[in-house]
């Protein structure tokens, strides 16, 4: 050690060794590993998890059920299952089903949950297996689901594109996904300044219960405090209550320092003046500080307060430390190190945690909301089974009482489809409240399905205007990409995560246990308060609870990990100790972020080129790497202990200990779309994260198949000439969103200010940025109770001339709409009638005349639609179910937002004919102008970069690279357009299309990819003929004889950027301009 | 100094266009018929049925340019630009179909057509063409061990040679099929596959590219000023090799001496990257004539780039006639 220190020192850690090299093709890692863990991978096997193994535990834990009228009886759930997507087809059958089937039919993607169960029937014993108790939404692409180890042809044959990252469930036709909620950890201590006054805080969670407890320093003696006790508790007093009764003892437990007893002296005194001594007394004393229970329990069963006050500390106070037969001893050494973190804490505020901090915080995801859910409805299931029993078992009965008959279903299945499809998910059981925990998933594209799979959202109130939930913690470092998120409200609080992030599953802890022993930990339970506060000693926390006392903690770390990198225990288990508080922790719960490294041993990396050549060849996956100990995950707390490398040549001999995969991969899906990200004002990237999920293009090979309520599509969406390994990653490539525009960075004209952009009308008339906008219109026939059902017409002729009405024009004999038809506003797609609801059943065989009435669905827009597809089905209520698809073509027009992917948005300021088009010696009209002006301040290098390298890249006939801290060379990019004859700064010789004669400046010109964005003219004309409905009611103020003309008011609402489009519109007189009037803003 | 003749010049500095400083560009000079007929020059460089290389030399950027916006959007194509869909089967939308058609070259003479009045409902055989595309994708039975899908199925691809021409009226007495139909048979209009259908009637009609870019006869119509290469000083050894290397091939050769000498510059690229090395920095002038225009038009198919150019210059020559007239009227 030390002479390794000496010669570090002498040779600056680095001279005596040759560099490392810098491993060739590296990032093939990552796509190896996308390959098993995937984008949406932590939401898939969470919810494998869930309903493979947690719904198995949860059944376990509520096995059991009794009736107290009969003591004989009793129900046994032995096992549960999740069967894989099926319908029900009217009684007990069934028809496998696929998601599409579901999409398109309203229907739900679900599979039956069954259980095994063993109950007493009269007074027999009877085993019933596969009994339903209720349905489970399906995760796309989950264990269950159809669409796992599917082949892509097999995909397709299921009418589901191969690229769909799955992750989301389908409820009643919509695709719903629940997002990943940010929570502070459970079960780990927090000490935080509140008000001034540092506390120590506790939330613990269990099955059982979920409860806060608190140790704060009030008047400077420290309390306990709890939400079941109506007041605090001195500290001492609590020691008393666990069995700790000799002061000695509890100083002992909570150390024996001068600074400690001298803070503890009022307590102990305090308990004292209150004449407590005794564990008796103390728990009288609680006793009597008891909330009162809202509800006594129902058996009548009165406790005392002592008895009450016991139990309450057993199983409500630090609910998660377990406590055995009233043994409080291991209560007490954590209630104890409470008190010392709270000491330690008030006078060095380093000790204060920071609950910024990610090695603080767990990730929620589906499976486990889904537990929770479960385990309620699965509760309230039994307890109405019990009722039910408890009711039916003492009457008189014909036959014996068999329970299963009582099992409805539909509580189960209701309570998860309304949960998935509200987004509500109350639990009165934890008094959890949660809303806006689903969405809709965004399919306006491709990248935005995949951003919002990827999407984390915060528990905090975004109203809230603090900045410290928002702002960017180091911690986030390759676990949340540091540029996506939205602006508003929900920046900084709603995040997104990382290529390479890996959320963690539970994994059982009992290995763990057996290990930790072996390696030293010594139980707590039989060492005293000196042993355990021994300098020497480190305290070994598993999960928030105490495992042990290590004296060798170095030793126990590097077996730990020594035993994770064999692969004898999980990956994901992460150890780490934190030399302040002289502890160690363990992790092995659910929901932490964690992330694969190099492993770097003695200055080299494990990962050698040759592994790498064989992961190129195939011959090893990324799995291997993990097998044999040269990749590993680190959780966010670990990856804080360690020393990693982003480069192989920042690599120290002496203290690098990891080595980052591929920079890049700290950026997320969307950010990774970013071409030269390092080179842009880091803003410019955030708003192209927001932008990118409105940019139009191809959201699916299966897209044409979808009846989308809306859907927007491009007709001719290209791969973008500068990619990113991200966008390969992604499959961005595949479904693009965009069009290499070939753009000149030039003045023209007057109508390009503010960012707007001009258009080249001959590109647009080949088809430039020419998109599809779909829309649905639906209904379903009714069958009502009284024998009646709404009925469709064919089409109604004019009484006088026979001929078809307007109105009905399009509509075939069957009185719907038929495909390939033009629709016009206010004809009716589908002639729907309904019968009136006062009609009275009459008896079989009897025709009874009804007036229906006509609910036709009708088209409404300004523009005309054209009748793609109509579908004719059932809903899950056996209604007929309509849906057709209406098409509309727009083409680029005036006030058109682009943008291209720097966050540089604008709307088409001009269209401009070909001819009048500036154009440079190979006769190249740019398809788009845009302004030099949105440089300057705006700072996007990266994209000046990518027209560079566009540019080279046309002329080599291939794609650069842009990649996030790598890409292309601007030098070599320069070299290449060199070689092809153009000048290296990418600057054209331009003529004017006007006059004739050469600009006089050169104009930097060449291809940018360049996005539409969803927000048109078309859809935000808003007018009404009529004005503000409100004004009427000013006619009772005006003095009688005035009367008030409803002005005839047309109301356009535009965005910025197309006001001032639209303002430069109007500046210039005699500017070709119809559709809006300049009057408006006037 | 060295001194540079007479030509009108624009000079490529290294971050601008300059003008001659005592050149203040053509446009006020005086029109002088005499003048012009004495320096006025054609020269076809290059031409064949595609594509026609030309010099207009000793003309105004007004008129040079006047004849590439003509040839861009005046001269008339026929294209298709009604499509009736009798029935679309295929994944491609009506629309975007339709669009697609509009865009394919056709063969037929523009001069030999009329253009069809707005409101005329009926189609004349002088002023349209008619025609058909009626494909259907099958399957084709045998070959089961085959995922190609031309042994699986047939008429899986659309493309434009089968579309077929439906003569009107009397028009097949002085048409002939191949002088009217689409100009590459290669096109891909669609991808079908078993089920998918397509019987459409599509209807050319003459057009100007104003309207539309698909009635544009040129792919494009453009042109440039003559380049111009002076070497200030003697440039040798490395330099020549450097200096060479900084334009187009052929521009600068290298005599026996290892000097180099500007060889021809009409082909040079402009790339003025020769600005970039400061050792030959200033022993080169890189400057473009200004009245030299070096025209260069591709045609789309319909008509040779010759005619597309006399057609344009017929054009302007109509237009100055209706300008006259009007003027004389007033």
């Given at each position: 050690?030390?002479?390794s220190?000496k010669?570090?020192e002498?040779d600056n850690?680095k001279?005596?060794?040759?560099?490392v090299?810098?491993?060739?093709d590296?990032?093939?890692l990552v796509?190896?590993?996308?390959?098993?863990?995937?984008?949406v991978?932590q939401?898939i096997?969470s919810?494998?998890?869930f309903?493979n193994v947690?719904?198995?535990?949860?059944?376990?834990?509520n096995e059991k059920l009794?009736c107290?009228?009969?003591?004989?009886?009793?129900?046994?759930?032995?096992?549960?299952?999740?069967g894989?997507?099926?319908l029900?087809?009217?009684?007990?059958?069934?028809?496998?089903?696929?998601?599409h089937?579901c999409?398109?039919r309203?229907?739900?993607?679900?599979?039956p949950?069954t259980?095994d169960?063993?109950?007493?029937?009269g007074?027999q014993?009877?085993?019933?297996n596969?009994q339903l108790i209720g349905r489970?939404?399906?995760?796309?692409?989950s264990s269950?689901?159809v669409?796992?180890n599917?082949?892509?042809?097999?995909?397709?044959?299921?009418?589901?594109?191969p690229?769909d990252?799955?992750g989301y469930?389908?409820?009643?036709?919509?695709?719903?996904?629940?997002?990943?909620?940010?929570?502070?950890?459970?079960?780990?201590?927090?000490?935080d300044?509140?008000k001034?006054?540092?506390q120590?805080?506790?939330?613990?969670?269990?099955?059982e219960?979920?409860t806060?407890?608190n140790?704060?320093l009030?008047?400077?003696?420290?309390v306990?405090r709890?939400?079941?006790?109506?007041?605090d508790i001195?500290i001492?007093?609590a020691?008393?209550a666990?069995?700790?009764?000799?002061?000695?003892?509890i100083?002992?437990?909570?150390?024996t320092?001068d600074?400690?007893?001298k803070?503890?002296a009022?307590?102990?005194?305090?308990?004292h003046n209150?004449k407590?001594?005794?564990?008796?007394?103390a728990?009288?004393?609680?006793g009597?500080?008891?909330?009162l229970?809202?509800?006594p329990?129902a058996?009548g069963k009165?406790?005392?307060?002592?008895d009450?006050a016991r139990e309450?500390l057993?199983t409500?106070?630090?609910?998660h430390?377990?406590?055995?037969n009233?043994?409080?001893y291991?209560k007490?050494?954590y209630?104890a190190?409470?008190?010392r973190?709270v000491?330690?804490?008030?006078?060095n505020?380093?000790?204060i945690?920071?609950?910024d901090?990610?090695?603080n915080?767990r990730?929620?995801?589906?499976?486990?909301l889904?537990?929770?859910?479960?385990?309620?409805?699965?509760?309230?299931f039994?307890w109405e089974?019990?009722s039910?029993a408890?009711?039916?078992?003492?009457?008189?009965?014909?036959?014996?009482f068999?329970i299963?008959k009582?099992?409805?279903?539909d509580l189960?299945s209701?309570?998860?489809?309304?949960?998935i499809?509200?987004g509500?998910w109350?639990?009165?059981?934890f008094?959890?409240?949660?809303?806006?925990?689903t969405?809709?998933?965004?399919r306006l594209s491709y990248?935005?399905?995949?951003?919002?799979?990827t999407r984390v959202?915060?528990?905090?109130?975004?109203t809230?205007?603090v900045?410290?939930?928002?702002?960017l913690?180091p911690?986030?470092?390759?676990?949340l990409c540091?540029?996506?998120?939205p602006?508003?409200?929900?920046?900084?609080l709603?995040k997104n995560?990382?290529?390479?992030t890996h959320?963690?599953?539970?994994?059982?802890?009992?290995?763990?246990?057996?290990l930790?022993?072996?390696?030293?930990?010594?139980?707590?339970?039989?060492?005293?308060g000196?042993?355990?506060?021994?300098p020497a000693n480190y305290i070994v926390?598993l999960?928030?609870?105490?495992l042990?006392?290590?004296r060798q903690?170095k030793?126990?770390?590097?077996i730990f990990?020594?035993?994770?990198?064999r692969?004898?225990?999980?990956?994901?288990i992460?150890i780490?100790?934190?030399?302040n508080?002289?502890?160690?922790?363990i992790?092995?719960?659910g929901?932490?972020?964690c992330?694969p490294?190099?492993?770097?041993e003695?200055?080299?990396?494990?990962v050698?080129?040759k592994h790498?050549?064989?992961?190129k060849r195939?011959?090893?996956k990324?799995?291997?790497?993990?097998n044999d100990?040269?990749?590993e995950y680190?959780?966010?707390?670990?990856?804080?202990?360690s020393y990693i490398?982003?480069?192989?040549?920042?690599?120290?001999?002496?203290?690098t200990t990891?080595?980052?995969i591929e920079?890049f991969?700290i950026?997320?899906v969307?950010?990774?779309?970013?071409p030269?990200p390092?080179h842009?004002?880091?803003p410019?990237?955030?708003?192209?994260?927001a932008m990118g999920?409105?940019?139009?293009?191809t959201i699916?090979y299966n897209?044409?198949?979808?009846?989308?309520?809306?859907?927007?599509n491009l007709?001719?969406?290209q791969?973008?000439?500068v990619?990113?390994r991200t966008?390969?990653?992604?499959?961005f490539d595949?479904?693009?969103?965009g069009?290499?525009?070939t753009?000149a960075?030039?003045?023209?004209?007057?109508?390009?200010?503010?960012?707007?952009?001009i258009?080249?009308?001959?590109?647009?008339?080949r088809?430039?940025?020419?998109?599809l906008?779909?829309?649905?219109a639906?209904t379903?026939?009714?069958?009502?109770?009284?024998?009646?059902?709404d009925r469709?017409?064919?089409?109604s002729?004019d009484?006088?001339?026979g001929?078809?009405?307007?109105?009905h024009d399009?509509l075939?004999?069957d009185?719907?709409?038929?495909?390939g038809e033009?629709v016009?506003?206010r004809?009716?797609l589908?002639?729907?009638?309904?019968p009136p609801?006062?009609?009275?059943?009459?008896?079989q065989?009897?025709?009874q005349?009804i007036?229906?009435k006509d609910?036709?669905?009708?088209?409404k827009?300004?523009?005309?639609?054209y009748?793609?597809?109509?579908?004719?089905?059932s809903n899950?209520?056996?209604?007929?179910?309509?849906?057709?698809?209406?098409?509309?073509?727009r083409?680029?027009?005036i006030?058109?937002?682009?943008?291209?992917?720097?966050g540089q948005k604008?709307v088409t300021?001009?269209?401009v004919q070909?001819?009048d088009?500036?154009f440079?010696?190979?006769?190249i009209?740019p398809d788009?102008?845009?302004n030099?002006?949105g440089?300057?301040?705006?700072?996007t290098v990266?994209?000046t970069i990518?027209?560079l390298?566009g540019?080279?890249?046309?002329?080599e006939g291939k794609?650069h690279?842009g990649?996030?801290?790598?890409g292309?060379?601007v030098?070599?990019?320069?070299?290449?357009?060199?070689?092809?004859?153009?000048?290296?700064?990418?600057?054209?010789?331009?003529y004017?299309?006007l006059?004739?004669?050469?600009?006089?400046?050169?104009?930097?010109?060449?291809p940018?990819?360049?996005?539409?964005?969803?927000?048109?003219?078309?859809d935000?004309?808003?007018?009404?003929?009529r004005?503000?409905?409100a004004?009427?009611?000013l006619r009772?103020?005006?003095?009688p004889?005035?009367?008030l003309?409803?002005p005839r008011v047309?109301?356009?609402r535009?965005?910025?950027e197309r006001?001032?489009?639209?303002?430069?519109q109007a500046?210039?007189?005699?500017?070709g301009?119809n559709e809006?009037?300049a009057?408006?803003?006037? | 100094?060295?001194?540079?003749d007479e030509?009108p010049r624009?000079?490529?500095e290294?971050?601008?266009?300059?003008?001659?400083?005592?050149d203040?560009?053509?446009?006020?000079?005086k029109?002088?018929?005499?003048?012009f007929?004495?320096k006025?020059?054609?020269?076809?460089v290059?031409m064949?049925k595609?594509e026609?290389e030309?010099?207009?030399?000793?003309?105004q950027?007004?008129f040079?340019?006047a004849?590439r916006r003509?040839?861009?959007s005046e001269?008339?194509?026929?294209?298709i630009?009604?499509?009736m869909?009798?029935?679309?089967t295929?994944?491609i939308?009506?629309?975007?179909l339709?669009h697609r058609?509009?865009?394919?070259?056709?063969?037929?003479?523009?001069?030999l057509f009329e253009?069809?009045?707005?409101?005329e409902?009926?189609?004349s055989?002088?002023?349209?063409?008619?025609?058909s595309?009626?494909v259907?994708c099958?399957?084709?039975?045998?070959?089961?061990d085959?995922?190609?899908?031309?042994d699986?199925y047939e008429?899986?691809?659309v493309?434009s040679?089968q579309?077929?021409?439906?003569p009107?009226?009397n028009q097949?007495?002085?048409h002939?099929?191949?002088d009217?139909?689409?100009?590459?048979?290669?096109?891909?209009?669609?991808k079908?596959?078993?089920g998918?259908?397509?019987?459409?009637?599509?209807v050319?009609?003459?057009?100007?590219?104003?309207?539309?870019?698909k009635?544009?006869?040129?792919a494009?119509?453009?042109?440039?000023?003559?380049?111009?290469?002076t070497l200030t000083r003697?440039?040798?050894?490395?330099?020549a090799?450097?200096l060479?290397?900084c334009f187009?091939?052929?521009?600068i050769?290298?005599?026996s001496?290892?000097?180099?000498f500007?060889k021809d510059a009409r082909?040079d690229?402009?790339?003025?990257n020769?600005?970039?090395?400061?050792?030959?920095?200033d022993?080169v002038i890189?400057s473009?004539?200004?009245?030299?225009?070096?025209?260069n038009v591709?045609s789309?198919?319909?008509l040779?780039?010759?005619?597309i150019?006399i057609?344009a210059?017929k054009?302007?020559r109509n237009?100055c006639?209706?300008?006259l007239?009007?003027?004389n009227?007033?």
């Amino acid at each position: 050690m030390e002479f390794s220190k000496k010669l570090s020192e002498w040779d600056n850690g680095k001279g005596l060794r040759e560099p490392v090299k810098a491993l060739e093709d590296k990032w093939k890692l990552v796509p190896s590993f996308l390959e098993v863990k995937g984008l949406v991978k932590q939401h898939i096997d969470s919810f494998n998890y869930f309903i493979n193994v947690e719904i198995k535990k949860i059944v376990q834990a509520n096995e059991k059920l009794f009736c107290e009228s009969d003591p004989l009886f009793y129900l046994k759930y032995l096992n549960a299952y999740v069967g894989t997507p099926d319908l029900e087809e009217g009684f007990n059958i069934t028809k496998p089903t696929t998601p599409h089937e579901c999409r398109l039919r309203d229907l739900t993607y679900s599979a039956p949950i069954t259980v095994d169960i063993e109950y007493i029937r009269g007074n027999q014993r009877v085993i019933k297996n596969k009994q339903l108790i209720g349905r489970m939404p399906l995760m796309l692409r989950s264990s269950n689901c159809v669409l796992t180890n599917k082949s892509d042809f097999e995909l397709s044959q299921l009418d589901e594109c191969p690229h769909d990252p799955g992750g989301y469930f389908i409820i009643r036709g919509q695709e719903k996904v629940i997002l990943i909620q940010e929570q502070l950890s459970k079960n780990r201590m927090i000490v935080d300044e509140f008000k001034g006054a540092v506390q120590c805080q506790v939330t613990s969670s269990t099955h059982e219960k979920k409860t806060r407890t608190n140790v704060i320093l009030k008047n400077g003696k420290y309390v306990l405090r709890h939400n079941a006790l109506s007041d605090d508790i001195p500290i001492a007093v609590a020691f008393k209550a666990m069995g700790i009764c000799s002061d000695q003892e509890i100083m002992q437990l909570i150390g024996t320092d001068d600074k400690t007893i001298k803070k503890m002296a009022p307590c102990i005194m305090d308990c004292h003046n209150l004449k407590i001594y005794t564990q008796t007394q103390a728990l009288a004393y609680i006793g009597h500080k008891l909330k009162l229970k809202r509800y006594p329990s129902a058996a009548g069963k009165v406790k005392t307060p002592i008895d009450e006050a016991r139990e309450l500390l057993a199983t409500t106070i630090l609910a998660h430390v377990p406590v055995d037969n009233f043994n409080f001893y291991v209560k007490a050494i954590y209630l104890a190190i409470m008190v010392r973190r709270v000491i330690e804490a008030e006078t060095n505020k380093v000790a204060i945690d920071d609950p910024d901090y990610y090695g603080n915080k767990r990730l929620e995801l589906a499976g486990s909301l889904l537990a929770l859910m479960f385990e309620d409805l699965f509760k309230r299931f039994n307890w109405e089974l019990k009722s039910i029993a408890e009711k039916i078992i003492p009457k008189v009965k014909a036959a014996p009482f068999d329970i299963v008959k009582h099992m409805r279903p539909d509580l189960i299945s209701n309570g998860l489809f309304t949960a998935i499809s509200t987004g509500n998910w109350t639990i009165k059981r934890f008094k959890m409240e949660r809303h806006g925990v689903t969405q809709v998933l965004s399919r306006l594209s491709y990248i935005s399905a995949l951003g919002m799979m990827t999407r984390v959202n915060s528990q905090f109130e975004k109203t809230r205007k603090v900045s410290g939930p928002r702002s960017l913690q180091p911690s986030q470092w390759g676990m949340l990409c540091p540029s996506d998120t939205p602006e508003g409200e929900g920046c900084g609080l709603v995040k997104n995560l990382a290529l390479m992030t890996h959320i963690t599953t539970e994994c059982s802890e009992e290995p763990i246990l057996r290990l930790a022993c072996n390696a030293g930990v010594e139980d707590v339970r039989i060492l005293g308060g000196e042993e355990i506060n021994h300098p020497a000693n480190y305290i070994v926390f598993l999960n928030g609870n105490i495992l042990g006392v290590t004296r060798q903690y170095k030793k126990l770390i590097k077996i730990f990990r020594m035993f994770r990198r064999r692969g004898l225990i999980s990956a994901f288990i992460s150890i780490y100790p934190n030399h302040n508080q002289r502890t160690v922790y363990i992790c092995s719960d659910g929901g932490r972020l964690c992330r694969p490294y190099i492993i770097v041993e003695k200055g080299l990396p494990l990962v050698k080129q040759k592994h790498i050549n064989e992961l190129k060849r195939h011959l090893r996956k990324f799995q291997d790497f993990l097998n044999d100990g040269m990749i590993e995950y680190l959780d966010v707390n670990e990856e804080n202990d360690s020393y990693i490398a982003t480069v192989e040549a920042d690599i120290d001999p002496y203290v690098t200990t990891h080595l980052e995969i591929e920079p890049f991969t700290i950026l997320g899906v969307c950010a990774g779309l970013v071409p030269y990200p390092h080179h842009n004002q880091s803003p410019r990237n955030t708003y192209q994260c927001a932008m990118g999920k409105q940019a139009m293009g191809t959201i699916g090979y299966n897209q044409k198949n979808r009846i989308d309520s809306l859907m927007y599509n491009l007709v001719y969406p290209q791969c973008p000439m500068v990619k990113t390994r991200t966008i390969e990653l992604t499959n961005f490539d595949k479904l693009p969103a965009g069009q290499n525009a070939t753009v000149a960075v030039m003045s023209y004209s007057g109508y390009d200010i503010e960012d707007a952009l001009i258009l080249n009308r001959a590109s647009i008339d080949r088809g430039y940025g020419r998109c599809l906008v779909y829309k649905n219109a639906k209904t379903t026939m009714k069958r009502y109770s009284n024998q009646t059902s709404d009925r469709i017409l064919g089409p109604s002729r004019d009484a006088t001339t026979g001929k078809v009405i307007k109105a009905h024009d399009i509509l075939d004999t069957d009185g719907i709409a038929s495909p390939g038809e033009m629709v016009e506003n206010r004809q009716v797609l589908i002639n729907k009638q309904m019968p009136p609801a006062n009609v009275t059943p009459v008896a079989q065989g009897q025709i009874q005349q009804i007036e229906y009435k006509d609910v036709p669905v009708t088209y409404k827009g300004p523009v005309e639609s054209y009748v793609e597809k109509v579908m004719v089905s059932s809903n899950a209520d056996e209604a007929c179910l309509i849906k057709m698809l209406l098409r509309q073509t727009r083409i680029p027009e005036i006030g058109d937002k682009f943008s291209s992917r720097h966050g540089q948005k604008g709307v088409t300021g001009l269209i401009v004919q070909q001819e009048d088009m500036p154009f440079n010696d190979r006769g190249i009209c740019p398809d788009m102008i845009m302004n030099p002006h949105g440089f300057p301040s705006r700072m996007t290098v990266g994209k000046t970069i990518e027209l560079l390298a566009g540019k080279a890249g046309l002329m080599e006939g291939k794609f650069h690279y842009g990649t996030a801290f790598g890409g292309s060379k601007v030098k070599d990019v320069c070299k290449e357009l060199e070689k092809h004859g153009y000048n290296y700064q990418g600057k054209d010789i331009f003529y004017s299309g006007l006059t004739g004669e050469p600009l006089e400046a050169y104009i930097y010109s060449g291809p940018v990819y360049y996005q539409k964005l969803k927000h048109m003219v078309q859809d935000k004309m808003h007018a009404r003929a009529r004005g503000p409905r409100a004004r009427r009611h000013l006619r009772c103020v005006r003095p009688p004889g005035q009367s008030l003309l409803v002005p005839r008011v047309s109301l356009v609402r535009a965005g910025r950027e197309r006001r001032d489009a639209v303002r430069v519109q109007a500046a210039l007189p005699g500017a070709g301009f119809n559709e809006h009037s300049a009057a408006t803003y006037s | 100094m060295f001194k540079l003749d007479e030509k009108p010049r624009v000079f490529l500095e290294e971050f601008r266009v300059k003008n001659a400083p005592d050149d203040y560009g053509m446009a006020d000079e005086k029109w002088d018929f005499k003048k012009f007929t004495k320096k006025f020059r054609i020269v076809i460089v290059r031409m064949d049925k595609w594509e026609m290389e030309f010099d207009l030399i000793g003309l105004q950027p007004a008129f040079a340019n006047a004849f590439r916006r003509l040839m861009l959007s005046e001269v008339p194509s026929m294209a298709i630009e009604k499509v009736m869909i009798r029935n679309n089967t295929s994944i491609i939308q009506d629309e975007i179909l339709a669009h697609r058609l509009g865009l394919i070259p056709l063969k037929a003479d523009p001069r030999l057509f009329e253009y069809r009045l707005e409101g005329e409902s009926e189609a004349s055989e002088f002023d349209t063409l008619e025609y058909s595309l009626k494909v259907k994708c099958t399957a084709k039975s045998q070959n089961k061990d085959t995922f190609k899908p031309e042994d699986l199925y047939e008429n899986h691809n659309v493309y434009s040679s089968q579309i077929k021409w439906q003569p009107v009226g009397n028009q097949a007495s002085i048409h002939k099929e191949q002088d009217v139909g689409p100009v590459h048979g290669d096109i891909l209009l669609s991808k079908m596959r078993p089920g998918h259908e397509l019987d459409l009637q599509l209807v050319a009609v003459k057009g100007i590219g104003k309207d539309h870019a698909k009635f544009s006869p040129v792919a494009t119509a453009t042109y440039r000023l003559l380049p111009e290469v002076t070497l200030t000083r003697k440039v040798s050894g490395s330099d020549a090799n450097l200096l060479q290397s900084c334009f187009s091939p052929g521009v600068i050769s290298i005599d026996s001496e290892g000097c180099a000498f500007v060889k021809d510059a009409r082909y040079d690229i402009c790339s003025r990257n020769v600005f970039r090395y400061d050792s030959i920095k200033d022993a080169v002038i890189l400057s473009r004539i200004r009245d030299h225009f070096i025209f260069n038009v591709e045609s789309v198919g319909a008509l040779p780039p010759h005619i597309i150019f006399i057609e344009a210059v017929k054009i302007l020559r109509n237009k100055c006639k209706t300008l006259l007239e009007e003027l004389n009227k007033i």
